[in-house]
């Protein structure tokens, strides 16, 4: 029986169904729950799937442990602490993945990448200080650990004069640096030429990080490609159209307690998490993709049919695939209230949920929605450089970022058109040159009464993992309106297809 069960899990994984797979492994922990290497590849695969608090969880159970944490006593491995880390990173536990890099660390303390692993874990704690330090540390064991310039470049910058972009230059040399380094490697400089102010140099750099990115993308499977997005936001436009809505045969939950942020990226939505993250009423349960990853597989499947047949394949299928919708909100519920506070409404800012309103209205039509905007080209350039995983591949290309964009401003047009959940705008602009104003108006429609403690965001702990990690650590300010300006001859190509 176990036998079969791999099997069956290594099927599941060859096409991609993840979840499956893992339900697989599951069966086989219960049947041999002293078995270690089933609840390795078990957490694994939780973390393919980006359930990291699972992930956490299952991989202390190697250990049989009930602690919440590694001890010295389990006699874990510096890379078993290292990956106890990271999971616990990424689940947004940061107190126990300082703990384990750092054990980690006091076994293993010449490796560069848990240095700047376990600096991230600070950074994204608000501690600078121990951030500089630890990233520093990874630089001088190894000077080509660009990781740690680029995040360095994050919480402190560098002057022009700094030994230390001679030293990255003179690496661009050497051709034996596999493309996902010379990625990291062209990020580094970028941000560290931006820093100091040298704009030239800095979007030469990124546009160097961005074409390495995109080899690697390749060489992995991902690519973007115009027709197939725009055969997706048509798809999705069909789909759910009032008429087909109305065809679903699901009960909707009735809480009131999630508040989805979405937009493009680097449009304001970790800022603005936090501002309402400060309210005594609202929590943030950071991104969670359960909603966007069933969808997707929803889509994939719908479109394998004649499009005669895709809407009534898609109006059963959504109630077959969600068992009248009960099973995917009791599974959202939960993750949303496991990761957030015990607070009566709780934000997921997942920004592509902008892809399944649709979804999200028949699932939870009581939800609040908040869609936040942001100058185009000031989204494309820092959608361009910043350095993004391989699955948005989108970002690694001025013109096709700009096609992203405008294929987002079409699909919202159609949701404000079409849904009856009403979806809050604000834009980035009015939200920091008029906090006050646009957040009494975002509280009015989550209908909770005003706080002044939302103006002072900055002053509370918070856990942040996305690249705005500094900038949500001060009050408000206006400095990154109109940036695009300062690289305005290099975007053309950007321009181009927000103008076509």
């Not at 919480?155 to 996902?180: M, V, Y």
């Not at 591949?393 to 970022?401: E, M, N, R, V, Y």
Request: with cysteine; net charge neutral; aromatic share 10%.
């Amino acid at each position: 029986m176990n036998n079969d069960l791999i099997s069956q899990a290594n099927e599941l994984m060859q096409k991609g169904d993840i979840p499956g797979a893992i339900g697989c492994f599951q069966r086989l922990t219960e049947l041999v729950p002293e078995d270690r290497s089933y609840i390795n590849s078990l957490s694994r695969l939780y973390e393919l799937n980006r359930q990291y608090d699972k992930a956490y969880d299952t991989f202390l159970k190697i250990w049989n442990n009930k602690t919440g944490k590694l001890t010295d006593e389990t006699h874990a491995s510096p890379l078993e602490f290292a990956r106890a880390g990271e999971y616990a990173y990424h689940a947004r536990l940061l107190e126990p993945a300082i703990q384990n890099l750092e054990k980690s660390l006091d076994l293993e303390p010449d490796n560069p990448g848990n240095w700047c692993f376990l600096g991230r874990c600070h950074s994204s704690a608000g501690n600078s200080t121990d951030a500089q330090v630890a990233f520093e540390k990874a630089i001088k064991i190894n000077p080509r650990h660009f990781p740690a310039y680029y995040y360095l470049s994050r919480i402190s910058g560098f002057a022009k004069g700094d030994p230390a972009f001679a030293r990255l230059e003179s690496f661009k040399t050497d051709q034996a640096i596999p493309k996902p380094v010379i990625a990291d490697l062209g990020f580094a400089l970028g941000r560290m030429y931006q820093s100091a102010k040298d704009y030239d140099k800095a979007f030469d750099n990124f546009s160097y990080g961005n074409a390495a990115a995109r080899q690697h993308s390749l060489s992995l499977g991902y690519t973007f490609d115009h027709e197939n997005h725009r055969t997706m936001i048509d798809l999705i436009s069909a789909l759910y159209s009032r008429d087909n809505r109305k065809k679903i045969q699901i009960s909707g939950s009735d809480s009131q307690k999630p508040v989805f942020i979405v937009g493009m990226q680097r449009t304001g939505s970790t800022l603005l998490e936090q501002i309402l993250s400060a309210h005594n009423q609202i929590s943030s349960a950071g991104e969670l993709v359960q909603l966007a990853a069933n969808h997707q597989e929803l889509l994939a499947w719908v479109a394998k049919f004649k499009e005669q047949d895709q809407i009534p394949a898609f109006v059963m299928a959504l109630d077959q695939k969600t068992g009248g919708g009960r099973q995917m909100v009791k599974m959202f519920l939960e993750a949303l209230e496991s990761k957030g506070e015990k607070t009566p409404l709780i934000i997921d800012k997942l920004p592509q949920n902008y892809l399944q309103l649709g979804f999200i209205e028949v699932l939870f039509p009581k939800a609040k929605i908040i869609h936040i905007k942001r100058d185009p080209l000031d989204v494309g350039l820092s959608v361009f450089s910043s350095q993004f995983s391989s699955d948005l591949s989108f970002a690694q290309d001025l013109g096709d970022i700009g096609f992203y964009i405008k294929e987002q401003n079409r699909l919202m047009a159609f949701w404000k058109a079409s849904l009856d959940i009403p979806v809050h705008e604000v834009t980035y602009e009015t939200l920091v040159t008029d906090p006050e104003t646009t957040v009494r108006g975002i509280l009015e429609f989550c209908e909770v009464e005003w706080q002044p403690e939302c103006l002072e965001f900055y002053k509370k702990p918070s856990t942040v993992l996305t690249s705005s990690v500094m900038q949500v650590r001060n009050p408000v300010n206006k400095s990154a309106i109109g940036k695009w300006k300062k690289y305005e001859k290099h975007l053309g190509p950007l321009k181009a297809a927000l103008e076509g």
